[in-house]
């Protein structure tokens, strides 16, 4: 369906059908619930987002019943999104909050809708702040967004709503959770609820106690610590009170905080679009899982997968590790005697020898400085060097380039239209990886391409 202003005027004119359409357009992440957030966003940022967070079972969802309740006895209108589990079967949410918001069903100034988090973490969906966006547009007062209950790392309301009430309950051990450091400071206003519950007092002392304890929180607003009872609707007047009070003493810090979660929710859509643009326009199908198995593999690091992918999304911009020779690779009949030169008249040192299997060939490497000079003797006469020496005799076989990608290098040279010896890159000598350029489009200089095996040799 391609969105027109049609759906756009019945959101802005608050038809439900309209809103429930606009919010599955965007929780489905398609191209239309983007253009229809960029025809609404101007009339947006009138409504108050209210978010209410807590553990499973603190009574968030009755509590939100109860706020409804006061909040359209004074005329308010009302949207809420209720945050439920990913259902395992349909992909969907466990309808378990609207539930237990069914009287408000029939009120034409509330709007609920149950969304999946969808494997989400931080207590929210993915979707959460264009959900609101669009009930902000729709013209309700109050956007009540209700978290999923997972805990005490449920803080990415504090990115969405302008208040953040945090709900605990006494008697099962949630008031040691309120202590802890992140749910501690996303709280704008503390709700102990179902205060008629043995341990209320003590679940808020501890609290008090705490936030005495923050001198950080002696300054500007100091988060409140109220009860309520939401079966009864006991406190929930007070409650709204509060947020009202809250609303009133950080108006002039309100524009800082919507700043701020404009800037992570930018953040956060552009990653997930740089992801999408990688996957679908920079990387082959198989391609990402292929980097995962060499990172696995030790083959490359993290950090140089992920500069070479860059580069290639952003055209080369992102610098490279310019290409360094690391070896000199000169074919000899003997290693040991040719060696003698090297070590014993010019003073220089020698690595271990090594004989290459795959090859045929027995190497020692003579250091010389950042490059080195490797012997290469033939251990079969079959063999590439046992063949260079019998039609050219010893002498200067191939120059070696360090590369830190030798895939990517490869892709390289590749793409400018050069041969490859090697389709696949193949072990040398100490565990490198290594592939040779053919010599016929280099004119008449064998190259090779070589990945060290570890960041150590690299350096």
Not at 212 to 237: C, I, K, N, Q, Y
Not at 263 to 274: Q, S, V
Request: aromatic share 4%; charged share 25%; net charge negative.
């Amino acid at each position: 369906m391609t969105v027109g202003a049609s759906l756009s005027e019945r959101l802005l004119s608050g038809d439900p059908r309209a809103i429930a359409r606009a919010i599955s357009l965007v929780e489905d992440e398609s191209p239309d619930g983007a253009a229809l957030i960029g025809q609404i966003f101007p009339q947006t940022g009138r409504a108050y987002l209210v978010g209410i967070t807590g553990p499973p079972g603190a009574g968030k969802s009755t509590l939100v019943d109860r706020v409804i309740t006061e909040l359209r006895k004074a005329g308010r209108t009302v949207g809420v999104l209720a945050v439920d589990p990913t259902s395992p079967f349909s992909g969907g949410a466990i309808l378990g909050d609207r539930v237990r918001m069914q009287t408000h069903a029939e009120d034409p100034g509330v709007f609920i809708r149950s969304m999946a988090t969808r494997g989400h973490l931080g207590g929210l969906a993915r979707t959460t702040a264009e959900a609101a966006i669009i009930l902000d547009a729709a013209g309700y007062d109050f956007v009540i967004i209700e978290t999923v209950g997972v805990g005490q790392d449920e803080v990415d309301i504090v990115r969405t709503a302008d208040v953040s009430v945090v709900t605990m309950v006494p008697g099962t051990g949630d008031e040691v959770q309120a202590l802890k450091a992140g749910i501690m400071e996303i709280a704008d206003i503390f709700v102990v609820n179902k205060a008629d519950r043995e341990g209320a007092d003590r679940a808020a002392a501890s609290i008090e106690m705490m936030l005495s304890l923050d001198d950080a929180m002696s300054e500007g607003w100091r988060a409140p610590v109220m009860r309520t009872e939401a079966t009864t609707g006991r406190g929930v007047a007070e409650l709204i009170d509060m947020i009202d009070r809250f609303r009133e003493q950080s108006a002039d810090t309100l524009g800082a905080r919507r700043r701020a979660r404009a800037e992570w929710r930018l953040r956060e859509i552009l990653g997930r679009r740089f992801m999408q643009h990688l996957e679908q326009h920079v990387l082959a199908p198989s391609e990402f899982g292929d980097w995962l198995d060499r990172i696995a593999a030790r083959e490359i690091d993290p950090y140089a997968a992920a500069a070479t992918v860059m580069g290639r999304a952003l055209g080369e911009r992102v610098s490279t590790p310019p290409l360094t020779v690391d070896h000199v690779g000169i074919a000899v009949a003997d290693v040991e005697a040719s060696l003698k030169f090297f070590t014993g008249v010019l003073g220089l040192v020698a690595d271990e020898p090594q004989d290459v299997k795959g090859q045929n060939t027995r190497v020692r490497f003579v250091n010389t400085g950042d490059a080195k000079l490797e012997l290469v003797e033939s251990l079969a006469p079959d063999s590439p060097i046992g063949k260079f020496i019998a039609a050219r005799g010893p002498g200067l076989h191939h120059v070696a380039l360090r590369v830190s990608d030798i895939h990517e290098a490869m892709a390289r040279v590749v793409k400018a239209g050069v041969r490859m010896i090697d389709q696949v890159p193949r072990r040398g000598a100490h565990g490198s990886l290594i592939a040779f350029v053919h010599p016929g489009d280099t004119h008449g200089v064998l190259v090779e391409l070589k990945q060290p095996k570890s960041p150590a040799e690299v350096a």
